[in-house]
Every structure is written in structure tokens, then in C-alpha cells.
């Protein structure tokens, strides 16, 4: 199996790299279940995290483990835009996303529980890798809808095109 190799922080991960779509492969990242990567992310992430955000917003599921640990490590607290919605929430805020390696439309769902947390607030976005920018523009509009700033984004990769707008400790290519 064909691998990439990366380093986040003081740890080094061969990726294996999948194909995604017909042609399109990619270095697949998953932070699921390694705590030293997420560890070493998050402390990274967090030192560079910029000093007026308020709340950090993160999509469920790769990226939750990481949100937990940069709100650890800033202080600041954070919010999962779920990808189902509950019958429990209140008022959610949905929109639809389709992401590269979904590759089939989803939903992201804020619960109106939430709104007070992001409402005026400055909001970093925190996502395991940034590629297409799908999941981006989709959390970016939640967030603007109920009256938050995003002020930050960050991420352990960016993938694919260059993302200078994204605060990230690596960059990962598109195999062809």
C-alpha cells in the first residue's frame, strides 16, 4: 500500500493514501482513536490560536476529539455542528454540505441551544483537514446566520488547493 508521510508536533503518521474518487486518491488522515496525534495537534493548534476567540465551532466526528483538546490547552469552550438532526434540539439551524470524502450531500446541524454561545461572538473553526472547502463555506454560513464572526480557522491539513486563510500545521496533495 502506497503511504505519505507526515509529522504533527513530535509525531510522525504514514498515511495511507485511498483513493476517494475515480482518479482523485488522498493521504487519508484520521485522527480517531490516535491520542498522541490528537495530543500533539491540539497543543500546537492552541498555541497559535489567536487571543480574541471566543468559542471555537467544530463538525462532528474527526474533529471533535481535537476541539476538546485546543479548548483544553486555550481555555476557550466549544460547540459540535452535529451531522444529524435530534429530536431533542431546539430551533437548529441546517444546511446541506458535500464533502470529498463523503462524496454525497449531508446536513450540519446547530442546535438552537447553541446560538447564545456563537451569537456576537468571535468563532475560530476547527476541522481535522480543510480540502474542497464544502464543510467550510457550510459551518461558515451557520455561523454567520445566527450572528457570529469567524475569526479563525484551523486545522491540523489543509488538502488539494493551498489555503492561506486556514491557520494549519501541514499541507497534504491530491494524488491523480
Known amino acids: 500500500m502506497k503511504t505519505?508521510?507526515?509529522?504533527?508536533?513530535?509525531?510522525?503518521?504514514?498515511l495511507p493514501v485511498v483513493e476517494v474518487a475515480p482518479g482523485v486518491s488522498v493521504a487519508l488522515f484520521n485522527m480517531l482513536g490516535d491520542t498522541?496525534?490528537?495530543e500533539?495537534?491540539?497543543?500546537?493548534?492552541?498555541?497559535?490560536?489567536?487571543?480574541?476567540?471566543d468559542t471555537l465551532v467544530t463538525p462532528e466526528v474527526k474533529a471533535v476529539p481535537l476541539a476538546h483538546v485546543i479548548s483544553r490547552y486555550s481555555g476557550k469552550p466549544y460547540i459540535v455542528i452535529r451531522k444529524t438532526q435530534k429530536?431533542?434540539?431546539?430551533?437548529?439551524?441546517?444546511?446541506?454540505v458535500v464533502s470529498i470524502t463523503t462524496g454525497k450531500p449531508q446536513i450540519l446541524v446547530l442546535?438552537?441551544?447553541?446560538?447564545?454561545?456563537?451569537?456576537?461572538?468571535?468563532?475560530?473553526?476547527?476541522?481535522?483537514?480543510?480540502s474542497s472547502g464544502g464543510t467550510l463555506r457550510s459551518l461558515t454560513g451557520?455561523?454567520?446566520?445566527?450572528?457570529?464572526?469567524?475569526?479563525?480557522?484551523?486545522?491540523v491539513f489543509t488538502e488539494g488547493d493551498e489555503r492561506p486563510e486556514v491557520l494549519s500545521l501541514g499541507h497534504l496533495p491530491l494524488f491523480k
Do not use: C, H, N, W
Open 4 to 14: 505519505y508521510s507526515v509529522q504533527v508536533g513530535d509525531v510522525r503518521r504514514e
Open 36 to 38: 498522541d496525534v490528537t
Open 40 to 53: 500533539a495537534a491540539g497543543r500546537e493548534l492552541a498555541a497559535r490560536l489567536p487571543a480574541d476567540i
Open 87 to 96: 429530536p431533542y434540539m431546539v430551533e437548529p439551524v441546517v444546511r446541506e
Open 111 to 130: 442546535d438552537g441551544f447553541d446560538v447564545d454561545k456563537i451569537r456576537g461572538k468571535k468563532v475560530a473553526i476547527v476541522d481535522d483537514v480543510v
Open 142 to 155: 451557520i455561523i454567520e446566520e445566527v450572528g457570529g464572526t469567524v475569526a479563525a480557522v484551523v486545522a
